[in-house]
């Protein structure tokens, strides 16, 4: 089978700016694939370019083998879409609107009802199907917008920051029903801020930043990439700073406590004690703490160069717009 | 063509104008309730028969030509720019439906709209004084090209219209002048001058106005001016039906291209 999601050198520019920098990314069928990246880094512009809301500039992108431009109809059949955005039609009930949408994609009249009332109730707000969209809370709008992808039956299921602003409850219903979707054979690829979410939720995940893939790896392989950090509390206060071995990345001592970064805290705890009581020194306490993905993240994210992209061209970032001599400078070291 | 993504589209597009009848039908209903009372029952018997009508009687063809390709172009226009304004349209252009159905349900559902349209003013006009149908089949094969045409016209005012402001001015600032200046309330016969009657020839709307005057009345000035040089002047509805089909077509194609590439509706 070909993968879910295989996209080579894929480029989408806007003018001078460049929101996809040859990106290419493989997402195998059945897995749950997370898109992490910080806002402008061009998750929406990518999920945009499978589905046909964008157009791309150049490179090969292909939803399980079918090229989304040349064999658009059946790489758009295979997905559903829930967007960030509320785009759900406002002159129908929440109802029609999926009967509606599962017609696009060639689902009979009689099918396609009784497919809405099925995900209604999936996502719980069957009791609302004769409101229209305007007149849901913001949790149920969320909810609608998982619906409407889930109604045509979808091989792969995007979500393009499902949970934002929706409240811990429907967090968590929503984990659970993706999970549950995921675990039917559904490809998943999910966007997100919540790196938590995708710690979670998320066999795989790749780290995009100013268009580009910065890593993909599990989130276990992507924590062992980070330090912990091994706390010790000395009975007394240390006189001179201990001399460790290589296994100590920096070491900070603040009284009598002692802070040593090293790779893996599990492994290295036990000669750091020895070196200690080696050099005298007693051991009151000890903790290690592990490296968050979120700080992983951060430090990916940070350091990579940064690149006008087009929302925050558009001034919708938090990120400030590059300036002509930022963008001459990436042009030089052939970035842009 | 009639796929089932198709048959949804095109229901959708029905729905939302038919459950909507007081912005929809009701409105070309009562303005034209006022067309008949005051140019033709109050202005029309001041004024002198036309071409061997009635007046009342023989504004009936435009005024059904003005209501049907408004509502077709407003309809198109305003489905695809209201999709756009609220980015419903997405459901449409992710789903597997080629561009051509796509473009074939927006089109056949606005010059829906037109016709029933048509058919309301023909009604209201039924009222005021008894209309025959001269030439039903060529009279039907023309309500349908130019109501398509205005509609795949609608289709492109939609997709360029970058907020509700311009939808009104191409409506009110370019299509009704037109339409007015088409041969709805006098014949081109009125003209003395040869230059008056060249002049509204390029104006396309003449050719549909008195495209329905021919099916309805079975008069056309085409064939009056003498369009066409003997012994071909009669073929003139013939011709503008052909030249109407033709554009239509054409339209259609820009339609599907812009939806192709994307114009409007994808970054």
Redesign the interface.
């Known amino acids: 089978m070909p993968p879910a999601i295989e996209t080579v050198d894929l480029v989408k520019e ?1 003018g001078e700016l460049r929101a996809l920098q040859e990106l290419s990314l493989t997402v195998e069928e059945g897995e749950f694939f997370g898109l992490l990246g910080p806002n402008g880094a061009g998750k929406t ?1 990518f999920i ?1 370019t499978l ?5 791309k500039t150049g490179g090969e992108a292909r939803v399980f083998g079918y090229d989304v431009e040349d064999d ?3 790489a ?2 295979a ?1 559903g ?1 829930a ?1 960030q ?1 509320f ?6 009930t929440i109802r029609e ?1 999926l ?11 009689d099918e ?1 009802a009784d497919r809405a009332d099925e995900v209604l109730k999936r996502v719980g707000i069957y009791d609302k199907r004769d409101e229209r969209f305007d007149w849901l809370s913001g949790g149920m709008k969320r909810r609608l917008l998982l619906a ?1 992808a889930l109604v045509t039956e979808p091989d792969l299921l995007i979500l393009d920051e499902p949970t934002a602003g929706v409240d811990v409850q429907l967090r968590h219903d929503l984990w659970e029903l993706v999970r549950e979707l995921n675990e039917e054979g559904t490809t998943i690829l999910l966007t997100t801020h919540y790196i938590e979410e995708a710690e979670r939720l998320c066999d795989r995940v790749a780290i995009m930043n100013e268009g580009r893939k910065v890593t993909v790896a599990t989130p276990d392989e992507l924590k062992q990439r980070g330090t912990d950090t091994i706390a010790v509390r000395l009975e007394s206060a240390p006189s001179v700073e201990p001399e460790l071995g290589p296994y100590a990345h920096e070491t900070t001592v603040s009284g009598d406590r002692l802070e040593v970064r090293v790779d893996d805290g599990g492994s290295t705890a036990p000669q750091l004690l020895n070196d200690l009581e080696a050099m005298g020194h007693e051991i009151a306490d000890l903790e290690i703490t592990r490296t968050s993905l979120e700080e992983i993240f951060v430090d990916l994210t940070r350091s990579e160069d940064r690149t006008v992209t ?1 929302s925050s061209a558009d001034g919708a970032d938090e990120e400030p717009p590059v300036s002509r001599e930022q963008e001459r400078e990436r042009e030089q070291e052939g970035v842009a | 063509m009639l ?3 198709f ?3 095109f ?2 597009e029905i ?2 104008f038919v ?1 909507r009848p007081k912005n929809t039908f009701m409105p070309p209903a009562i303005t034209n309730v006022l067309y008949f009372a005051v140019f033709g029952v109050i202005l029309g018997n001041r004024i002198d028969q036309i071409a061997g009508y009635d007046y009342i009687l023989f504004i009936v063809p435009g005024l059904i030509v003005l209501g049907a390709i408004s509502n077709a172009f407003e309809n198109a226009s305003f489905s695809i720019f209201h ?1 756009r304004w ?3 349209i ?9 561009y051509v159905e796509m473009v074939v349900a927006y089109v056949g559902a606005s010059a829906v709209r037109g016709l029933v349209v048509g058919l309301i003013i023909a009604a209201v006009g039924r009222v005021f004084v008894p209309i025959g149908i001269k030439h039903g089949l060529y009279l039907v094969a023309t309500m349908v090209v130019i109501t398509s045409l205005f509609a795949g016209f609608g289709i492109i005012g939609g997709l360029i219209a970058r907020d509700f402001d311009d939808l009104t001015v191409m409506n009110q600032f370019i299509l009704r002048p037109l339409v007015f200046f088409g041969a709805v309330f006098y014949s081109l016969e009125t003209f003395e001058q040869a230059w008056q009657v060249n002049l509204s020839l390029l104006n396309p709307m003449v050719y549909m106005v008195d495209s329905v005057r021919y099916g309805l009345l079975g008069y056309s000035d085409l064939i009056g001016v003498g369009i066409l040089p003997a012994p071909y002047t009669e073929f003139a509805p013939l011709v503008s039906l052909g030249v109407l089909t033709t554009g239509t077509v054409l339209v259609l194609a820009i339609d599907v291209y812009l939806f192709e ?2 114009y409007g509706l ?2």
């Open positions: 806007y512009t945009n589905v046909g809301l964008v157009r658009y109809r059946r758009r059949d997905i879409l967007p955005e785009n759900v039609d406002r002159f129908f609107v009967k509606h949408k599962a017609g696009y994609h060639g689902v009979p009249e396609a409407r087009r | 796929s089932v993504g048959r949804a589209l229901r959708r729905l939302r459950r999709g609220n980015e419903y997405h459901e449409t252009l992710t789903s597997p439906l080629s590439i994307g994808t970054d």
